[in-house]
Antibody, heavy 122, light 109 residues
Framework: EVQLVESGGGLIQPGGSLRLSCAAS????????MSWVRQAPGKGLEWVSG???????HNADSVKGRFTISRDNSKNTLYLQMNSLRAEDTAVYYC????????????????WGKGTTVTVSS | SYVLTQPPSVSVAPGKTASITCGGN??????VHWYQQKPGQAPVLIIY???HRPSGIPDRFSGSNSGNTATLTVSWVEAGDEADYYC????????????FGGGTKLTVL
């Protein structure tokens, strides 16, 4: 069964760091585009970060310079290292697999984890 | 960066048809994807590439895309369809590759 399971969320003080993990099963993270999406309380979905072919990575402006996406192929796990956390980073964080179709590969998220909650507060 | 605009809310009576729009500049040239999210749950893909349904999604859900507007149509609406719906495109012209609409709350009266 294709599945994603996030972990690592919790309560953290402003300025602190946290690393989220997303364990994949049923497919390989190394062969897929992967992404993190977050949802602040009562708000919509916000794309946070993506890791694409090879080492190509992109972040939303709101997290640029603070968050880093990575993957460990041996553990089949996606990560999100979050530094200099702010109150506005409080959200449920989802990892998702990106899928695209030939010929133009307009990617969409076909597999989602259940999410992990990050609360930034003193 | 590319912007997608959705109405905040849509209401419909059971058994009727609901249409949720997603506006964007020349969105008809892109592939639009739709997600359903119920309270406390992760989003679920319900339409990909404008009008394709993943396995297990009822054919009551359909999509279209032309010009500056994409539309998600829910036919024969049921109480269980009450949820938030998000459209999404892949914007390869910028680093903000995944773009979501603001979401639409579908209320079943």
């Amino acid at each position: 069964e294709v599945q994603l399971v996030e972990s690592g969320g919790g309560l953290i003080q402003p300025g602190g760091s946290l690393r989220l993990s997303c364990a994949a099963s049923g497919f390989s993270v190394s062969n897929n585009y992967m992404s993190w999406v977050r949802q602040a309380p009562g708000k919509g979905l916000e794309w946070v970060s993506g890791i694409y072919s090879g080492s190509s990575r992109h972040n939303a402006d709101s997290v640029k310079g603070r968050f880093t996406i990575s993957r460990d192929n041996s553990k089949n796990t996606l990560y999100l290292q979050m530094n200099s956390l702010r109150a506005e980073d409080t959200a449920v964080y989802y990892c998702a697999r990106l899928m695209g179709l030939r010929p133009d590969y307009q990617y969409y998220m076909d597999v989602w984890g259940k999410g992990t909650t990050v609360t930034v507060s003193s | 960066s590319y912007v997608l605009t959705q109405p905040p809310s849509v209401s419909v009576a059971p058994g009727k048809t609901a249409s949720i729009t997603c506006g964007g500049n020349n969105i008809g040239s892109k592939s639009v994807h739709w997600y359903q999210q119920k309270p406390g749950q992760a989003p679920v893909l319900i339409i990909y590439s404008d009008n394709h349904r993943p396995s297990g999604i009822p054919d009551r859900f359909s999509g279209s895309n032309s010009g500056n507007t994409a539309t998600l149509t829910v036919s024969w609406v049921e109480a269980g369809d009450e949820a938030d719906y998000y459209c999404q495109v892949w914007d390869s012209s910028s680093e903000h590759s995944v773009v979501f609409g603001g979401g639409t709350k579908l209320t079943v009266l």
